[in-house]
């Protein structure tokens, strides 16, 4: 595994890595890693049209199967540009809190669009019209996880008021199938604030192993293809406590 740059952004080291083998597929990669070891983003040198990790590749297929013609998104968190880079000819607005990462997505995983604004993401939705946009993607992480004001039920209630009609919240965690309490909050959250709500996670080992975690919530049934899940399986999460906003209580 060979460093390509290592950068500090406030207490966080921000990576890139070029290697012969990720996830055990061999092949010729290039990763973004935070200091926690949890890999961002990552291009596949040979063919770098190939969406590599399975988490974009589920959330890519519930979003064209709920919505075929699809046109505005707000995603929250840049990593590399994936998703977004994946539809050039889509409208998104993509926050994200820290320029380092956007930087170094586009030196050196060639991100060349101009729909990144820089800021806290929940105050940047607040920022947008109502009903303006066919999904919201919710994929930040720092340190310690999701950051908590993007989870709680006012941050849910304002992006529902921001999702059209037919709209979808398509969230990407990472947590346990069982006994996780913030994950199981952050389900049971979610219902509050939306009629339909379904969970996908990757196959683990043991229940305890941490893993990618997807949560969709919509105000209209979700629809999805297991095949295309990209390995993901729709799970039942546990009923948890509702996550206030602090000010609330």
Known sequence: MQLLVKATSGS??????EANQLY????KYRFLQFSDHAIQGAIDLKNPKRIVLEYPRAIMHLMERNDSVFENVFMIGHGIGTIPGNYPDKRFIVAEIDETVVGLSRAYFHYQLDNVRIGDG???????ERSGFDYIILDAFTEAGTPYHLTTLGFFEMAKQKLDAQ???I?????KVKNDKIMNAIYSTLGEAFAYVKAFSLPAEHNA??????IV????????ESKAMAGFNEIQLEEGHIL???REG
């Open 12 to 17: 966080q080291e921000i990576s890139v890595y």
């Open 171 to 175: 969230l990407n965690l990472m947590g």
């Open 24 to 27: 055990g597929e061999i092949g």
């Open 244 to 246: 206030m906003d602090k």
């Open 209 to 214: 192993d941490i893993r990618n975690i997807i």
């Open 167 to 169: 709209g979808s919240m």
């Open 217 to 224: 919530a919509s105000c209209r049934p979700i629809r999805f």
């Open 122 to 128: 929940r105050r940047l939705l607040c920022e947008q």
